[in-house]
């Protein structure tokens, strides 16, 4: 890389501006070596050494002033001392800049207030004049670390590819694909973490594909990153051949992770090539268009636009992109490597050319969309600067996040906020995407899942393991809840006295000891449990993975509150808060926690009741959770609704459990029963296809509070906002991994067992299975579980003439007894009679038989506690009886000491409203059967 420079010398004054190779120039001046502008302005290109030197010094580290900025800045110049607000015009020579876009550092002092300070002056030539941009203090010149070596590429088979060194040939192919900064993005090792408590993990987006087991990771070096993507010479046809190549040779599907505009040539070559890609993670890729296109085009000398924005926190950004680029100059010029600063100076660079010029929404949006079957992940970062008081959104320094999460079904956003007054260069930058810890970790974890999709954590009685195809590859010596990190390489397990880290790559695991801890979620690089559980002080406390280092403990909850750990989307872990007395049946809460400890406004979840099982959606693009409520803590709960909450519009919307007996809106306002009072549902999570499945049994409670099953324990699928059955079980849990094996949790034993091509049995008494956030990235349709019996959901508890639910006239009484729909709590019954009684919802309902009969012959009720099939309410009056059968509501008067009864008559059956004595218009007694059997049996008369 050449350098050549420009030194402006007014006085005391030095303005550098610089040029870079590679056949773009960026800031360069007007070459008019020697003559004399106005104020003894002269333009002199560097001609030795020391004035290299000095060019050097200049070009340090631009930040703003410690405390408030300055407000006018005192120039050195020939003409004297001038004092210049910040924004105002300096040196004005139109004569000399005919055209904008020039950027220059002045090495100055500044005032502010009685103190002077050397300082370094960012400034913007316009047509009329200079605009001063940025004020720092003067920086010494960094001593940049020399660049890591990245991994060693080796060619490979197929053209315009080289094997990363630590691949394995034969392995599942996995395709990077690199930006406009080329390879030396995939290879930087430069990582950052964007979180101050953890460690970068320093090393390169190649290195860690590459070292997935059973991965072989190439990189793309076809096709020139330099231009869009569907020119012949282009990224675009060189990922085609590529992944043609790869898929080919492997005899299976292609996993890609594409990095900026690579995710842009991605998606023009996987669109006519669905069945050879198994899976795309995509980092930064600007699908709405970038907005550093027209920064970059501002700094470019020969198609200069002016640098104005529509928004004034679009301007403050803008300005902020321009003192990134000067200090990047200074440093790339300098060191002349493929170090941060020389990437992104190299994105820059591309975008003022045939990119650049391509790159607008409308050539984006005209690209084909992504193919239905191909699962997607698109990351992003947003870097947050605070500069004096205000807060400006960078997104990642060339494309908002809007744009890079444009359209997406499955994504993440990372963030990392600074103070621009310290920081010596702002993270979360665009070339740097491909080094940052998290948005590599979620590349890693949905490659890795494409590699290995049947890893699965058990929590059994005592112990707590990881398996894969069947076989046990981690243990934990106690149990607990599991969660896996982002990048699916480590599984942390919680216990009530101890936390430990499972890594699946080296076999090892770490424990510490945490007093009181349960449940657990990792978030970014940081594990959260809650300690001191069932105590009178609870916090949730942070720890970095792999080290177990505790990084954080904060208050969140005392002896009345009970708090859980449920998953996490982003950077954030979210928890459920039980508050009050009794602790499961008050209010719950969910409350969003961001990595830097800062907890969100508590999301309001149910006023009455607890979370009976809860998935967040890792890669959500609204973070959205599917929580199932309970409304009591009775021994026999009764269950409210299944809901789908979006925790960052904080919205709910209800969840249709009508196929397994849940009331309808309709039914619930009309006080319909469905012979369901309880519903516990478990495991809720994403499946290999896609969608969200679930573990429910349901049933009913007696006046005892005891449970008559009515639903077995079976598995259910989410359809949009409504559940279907999809087998009936009996069953606990289950994933299922299509023609690989399927796991399931059996629902008398509790007992794990694997069925694939070498079956397998693991321990009894599991409580809970769990699968990498990875896993929940793939839209596989054949590992969709395959479907068995359906469980039919009980019809609605209205009294028909010929009985109720499945208490009806004729049905057989020992079946019924078989089943516990009938219990004989009253032995014998009256004379000549069989009387028996109804269990759960229809422990109301008693049941009479003739003399010798096995059948149903009679059904009554002494209050009418359900509705009617014709729409009467329970707890009817009579006027409510008139309205609504009209002339079929009858007339009958029963023993003369007993007030009249009315009846409505279908089939050859009646259902006769008994009337309260003392209120002639309530209803308080309702009789099924045949009419001339009611006739006789009413207030169990005649026959019995």
Not at 297 to 308: I, S
Not at 548 to 556: F, G, Q, T
Not at 636 to 664: E, H, N, Q
Not at 766 to 790: E, I, R, T, W
Request: with cysteine; proline share 7%.
């Amino acid at each position: 890389m050449s350098k050549r420079g420009w030194l402006l010398i007014a006085g005391g004054i030095v303005v550098v501006l610089a040029l870079i190779g590679g056949g773009v120039a960026l800031f360069a001046p007007r070459g008019d070596g020697g003559q004399q502008a106005e104020a003894g302005i002269v333009v002199h290109q560097i001609a030795d050494a020391g004035e290299q030197d000095t060019y050097d010094a200049a070009g340090g580290a631009i930040t703003a002033l410690g405390g408030e900025k300055a407000d006018t800045v005192l120039v050195e110049g020939a003409t004297g001392r001038e004092l210049v607000p910040q924004g105002s015009k300096v040196m004005p020579d139109p004569a000399t800049w005919k055209r904008a876009g020039r950027v220059a550092t002045v090495s100055t002092t500044v005032s502010n207030g009685s103190a002077k300070q050397a300082a370094q002056v960012t400034l913007l030539g316009t047509d009329d004049g200079w605009r001063v941009l940025e004020v720092a203090p003067a920086a010494a010149k960094p001593k940049p670390s020399p660049p890591k070596p990245g991994p060693t590429l080796t060619p490979a088979k197929c053209p315009g590819t080289q094997l990363v060194s630590t691949g394995k040939p034969g392995a599942a192919p996995v395709l990077l694909v690199p930006g406009p900064d080329g390879v030396a993005g995939l290879q930087a090792s430069a990582g950052t973490s964007g979180v101050a408590a953890v460690a970068a993990d320093n090393t390169s987006l190649a290195a860690r594909i590459a070292a997935i087991p059973g991965v072989a990771a190439y990189v793309l070096t076809g096709g020139d990153p330099t231009l869009w993507v569907d020119d012949p010479s282009g990224s675009g046809p060189a990922v085609g051949s590529a992944i043609d190549c790869l898929a080919k040779a492997a005899k299976r599907k292609v996993a890609v992770v594409a990095v900026s505009t690579g995710g842009l040539a991605t998606r023009w070559a996987v669109a006519s090539r669905a069945a050879s890609v198994g899976v795309v993670a995509t980092i930064g890729t600007p699908y709405d268009g970038a907005y550093a296109v027209d920064v970059a085009r501002t700094l470019r000398a020969d198609r200069p636009t002016a640098l104005t924005a529509a928004k004034p926190a679009d301007s403050r950004r803008d300005v902020l992109l321009l003192a990134q680029a000067m200090r990047d100059l200074a440093a790339c010029s300098k060191d002349n490597g493929p170090e941060p600063a020389c990437r992104r100076m190299a994105v820059l660079t591309a975008l003022t050319g045939p990119l650049g010029d391509a790159l607008h929404p409308s050539s984006v949006r005209a690209l084909p969309a992504w193919p239905k079957g191909v699962a997607v992940l698109q990351l992003a970062a947003r870097a947050k600067v605070t500069d004096g008081k205000q807060v400006v959104d960078l997104g990642d320094g060339i494309t908002t996040v809007d744009s890079a999460l444009a359209g997406a079904t499955r994504s993440t956003v990372h963030a990392c906020s600074i103070k621009a007054r310290v920081a010596a260069a702002i993270p979360c930058w665009h070339s740097d995407l491909s080094v940052l810890t998290q948005t590599v970790d979620d590349a890693v974890g949905a490659v890795r899942a494409f590699a290995h999709p049947t890893t699965t954590a058990y929590a059994a009685e005592s112990v707590a393991n990881v398996v894969e195809n069947g076989v046990v590859v981690a243990k934990a010596g106690h149990s607990g809840g599991v969660a896996f990190s982002a990048d699916g390489r480590y599984a942390v397990v919680g216990g009530y006295e101890k936390l430990t880290v499972l890594d699946l790559e080296s076999a090892t695991k770490k424990s510490v000891a945490c007093s009181g801890c349960g449940g657990v979620a990792v978030a970014g690089r940081l594990a959260y449990t809650v300690a001191g559980r069932y105590t009178a002080a609870q916090t949730l406390q942070a720890y970095a993975l792999p080290s177990l280092r505790k990084v954080s403990s904060a208050p969140v909850g005392d002896s009345r509150t009970y708090v859980t750990p449920y998953g996490a989307f982003g950077d954030k872990v979210v928890l459920e808060r039980l508050g009050g007395s009794g602790a499961r049946s008050t209010i719950s809460d969910l409350v969003v926690v961001g990595a830097d400890g800062v907890r969100e406004k508590p999301f309001p979840l149910y006023r009455s009741g607890g979370a009976s099982g809860m998935y967040v959606d890792p890669y959500s693009p609204q973070g959205s959770a599917v929580a199932l409520v309970q409304a009591s803590s009775s021994a026999c709960s009764g269950f409210v609704s299944a809901l789908a909450v979006d925790l960052t519009a904080r919205t709910v919307k209800p969840l249709d459990g009508s196929a397994y007996g849940l009331p309808t809106p309709k039914q619930l306002s009309a006080g319909t029963r469905t012979g369901i009072d309880f519903v516990w549902m478990t495991d809720v999570h994403r499946g290999g296809d896609g969608r969200v499945y679930a573990s429910a049994r349901a049933g009913a409670c007696d006046e005892e509070l005891s449970q008559t099953p009515v639903i077995p324990p079976s598995l259910w699928r989410l359809d949009g906002t409504k559940w279907v059955s999809v087998d009936a079980g009996p069953l606990s849990a289950e994933r299922s991994f299509g023609k690989l094996g399927r796991l399931r949790v059996g629902s008398t034993d509790s007992a794990l067992t694997w069925t694939g091509p070498a079956a397998a049995s693991f321990e009894s008494k599991v409580s809970s299975l769990s699968s990498p956030p990875g896993f929940a990235v793939f839209a596989d349709a054949s590992m969709a579980p395959p479907s068995g019996k359906k469980v039919v959901a009980p019809e609605p508890l209205v009294v028909r003439p010929d009985g109720i639910g499945a208490l009806k006239v004729g049905a057989s009484v020992p079946s019924l007894l078989a089943s516990g729909v009938l219990t004989t709590s009253v032995p014998g019954g009256p004379r000549n009679c069989g009387l028996y009684l109804g269990t759960g919802s229809l422990s109301k309902v008693w049941v009479l038989t003739r003399e010798g009969v096995t059948t149903i012959q009679h059904l009554g009720m002494d209050q009418p506690y359900f509705p009617t099939n014709a729409g009467a309410p329970a707890y009817p009056k009579l006027s409510d009886l008139k309205k609504i059968y009209g002339s079929a509501l009858k007339q009958h008067q029963g023993k003369p000491e007993t007030k009249p009864s009315w009846y409505v008559e279908e089939g050859g059956n009646i259902i006769l409203f008994q009337i309260d004595y003392n209120a002639p218009d309530q209803v308080n007694g309702i009789h099924m059967g045949t009419k001339a059997v009611v006739f006789n049996d009413q207030l169990l008369g005649g026959l019995c």
